[in-house]
């Protein structure tokens, strides 16, 4: 079983940067879908970024241009760099990675969440 861990949530202001860290515990990183959610209080939980098993990456409009996802998969983890942070980033936000299935289908696993306060 693939478990995922973030950290580097916290409580920073307006303007600041941020780097959240998701750290495998199976080498899938490079061979495999990862991506970043995040929900509000009251929200449903939405993509942030992500990168397909097939290369690039893909970001919600609301953070193009300020989140960068990367990842090293010698060590297994992925990053989102967050800067010019905004009070509506504030959330929690969960790594995921899809792993394929024998039949051609996909499970998705979750991180724990790790919380990110921006104030104003």
């Known amino acids: 079983q693939v478990q995922l861990v973030e950290s580097g949530g916290g409580l920073v202001q307006a303007g600041g940067s941020l780097r959240l860290s998701c750290v495998a515990s199976r080498s899938i990183v490079s061979m495999n879908a990862m991506g970043w959610y995040r929900q509000a209080p009251g929200k449903q939980r939405e993509l942030v970024a992500r990168m397909p098993s097939g290369g690039g990456t893909t970001y919600a409009d609301s953070v193009k241009g300020r989140f960068t996802i990367s990842r090293d998969s010698a060590k297994k983890t992925v990053f989102l760099q967050m800067t010019s942070l905004k009070a509506e980033d504030t959330a929690a936000y969960y790594c995921?990675?899809?792993?394929?299935?024998?039949?051609?289908?996909?499970?998705?696993?979750w991180g724990q969440g790790t919380q990110v306060t921006v104030s104003s």
């Open positions: 995921a990675a899809d792993l394929p299935t024998y039949d051609e289908h996909f499970v998705r696993v």
